[in-house]
């Protein structure tokens, strides 16, 4: 079964340091998301991406943060300068071309992020 | 705006047990529901969904009806076993004040099943 996958599962980095957490979605979806989870807490919605662009963003997702989609078939995200509260799960997740209500979205078993 | 809310946890429970997991919504228009399941250590797996009114969605033993009238998506297993020790997820995916569809998960809800 087709399914996302996202590298690296974990990743230790310094406060300050610029991380980029990769993905590469099912090969025939063409909208794609991040998520992120703090330890404990609720699944956050950070960003989704349709047709090379941001098509929508949380109130999270700040200038710290870019998304890319470097090629055919990854899907990045940056995050320029770490501080403590980025520590968190990242979920990367996609979804089928059409944009029903019904459109389950696939996620990765996700990326820790670790900010020391 | 649209939210999930879902019961808190932990919820403990024996083998065999019945389960139940509350979930209630609000949305604008007919959101989808869903059910995600996360085991320790892993990333978030659909478990099931229900797209309109009074679908049930099932899986692995599991179900949910979506109620419109009372705005619930609870998540119900008549027998529990170990291996179902996780944190499960509500969440609905509807349409935003902007005209774009997202979802909107709950906090989650720690089921440890004791043998």
């Known amino acids: 079964e087709p399914e996302v996958t996202q590298t690296p599962s974990h990743q230790v980095t310094q406060m300050g340091q610029e991380v980029i957490l990769r993905c590469v979605p099912i090969s025939n979806h063409l909208y794609f998301y991040w998520y992120r989870q703090i330890l404990g807490q609720k699944v956050e919605f950070l960003v989704s991406f349709y047709n090379n662009e941001i098509s929508e963003k949380s109130e999270i997702f700040d200038d710290q943060f870019s998304v890319e989609r470097p090629d055919g078939s990854n899907f990045t995200l940056k995050i320029r300068s770490t501080k403590l509260e980025d520590s968190a799960m990242y979920f990367c997740?996609?979804?089928?071309?059409?944009?029903?209500?019904?459109?389950?979205?696939?996620f990765g078993e996700g990326s820790w992020l670790t900010v020391v | 705006g649209n939210s999930v809310t879902q019961m808190e946890g932990p919820v403990t429970l024996s083998e065999e047990a019945f389960l139940t997991i509350n979930c209630t919504y609000t949305a604008t228009g007919y959101p989808s529901l869903f059910w995600y399941v996360q085991y320790p250590g892993e990333g978030l797996q659909l478990l099931l969904k229900a797209t309109k009114a009074d679908d049930k969605g099932s899986n692995k033993g599991f179900e949910a009806t979506y109620r419109k009238e009372t705005t619930s998506f609870h998540l119900e297993k008549g027998s529990v076993q170990v291996s179902d020790s996780a944190v499960y997820f509500c969440?609905?995916?509807?349409?935003?004040?902007?005209?774009?569809?997202?979802?909107?998960f709950g906090t989650g809800t720690r089921l440890k099943v004791l043998a």
């Open positions: 997740a996609s979804s089928e071309p059409t944009q029903g209500s019904g459109n389950t979205i696939y």
């Open positions: 969440a609905l995916r509807g349409v935003t004040t902007s005209g774009t569809y997202k979802y909107i």
